[in-house]
């Protein structure tokens, strides 16, 4: 069952302090989209515009935002240079920090995972709601599992 974007970011800040950028223009979004040459899921418009980007927990997620870190266009463009093999129909949602992985999404709304030296894109979840919802204990599974391959 897909959950309302914005409900999911509020309730994670029920238990962690939500840092978001604030609202963003609707054209800031569209310049952003038309930059990177993607058309943005439905559920990423609706965060970006009401929250920009975020901070929670142990979670930065990328969105409309000045500061590289947090900027969907930076961080997407960064991985393009660094890896000729980036989807060009994916951007990036979060930095996962290990091994220049990503947690990216595309137009459909469904979230994978990428990382140079991996053939495939690993899928996550659904939706952006889906894959917020999963919360940290997938993020440390993750954080193990690219831990290990770099051994």
């Known amino acids: 069952m897909k959950q309302n974007i ?5 309730s994670l800040g029920e238990n962690d302090e939500l840092y978001s950028v604030g609202e ?27 929250f920009g980007s975020i901070s929670v927990g142990s979670m ?9 870190n947090c900027s ?3 961080q997407t463009q960064e991985m393009r240079e660094l ?17 220049d992985a990503v947690a990216v999404q595309k137009s459909d709304g469904k979230v994978y995972q990428f990382a140079e030296g991996y053939e495939e894109l ?11 919802l999963a919360g940290n204990e997938k993020r440390d ?6 831990k290990s391959q770099s051994n």
Request: charged content about 30%; hydrophobic content about 40%.
């Open 72 to 74: 969907t266009v930076d």
């Open 24 to 50: 963003v223009d609707p054209s800031k979004i569209v310049e952003a989209a038309e930059t990177l040459g993607v058309k943005f899921a439905k559920d990423f418009v609706e965060y970006t515009q009401k």
């Open 83 to 99: 890896y000729p093999n980036f989807p060009k129909d994916c951007y990036v949602i979060e930095n996962l920090g290990i091994d």
């Open 122 to 132: 690993e899928f996550l979840a659904d939706s952006l709601g889906e894959y917020l």
């Open 60 to 68: 930065e997620l990328c969105g409309i935002d000045d500061e590289w």
């Open 6 to 10: 914005i409900d999911v970011i509020n």
């Open 141 to 146: 599974e993750r954080s193990e599992f690219w």
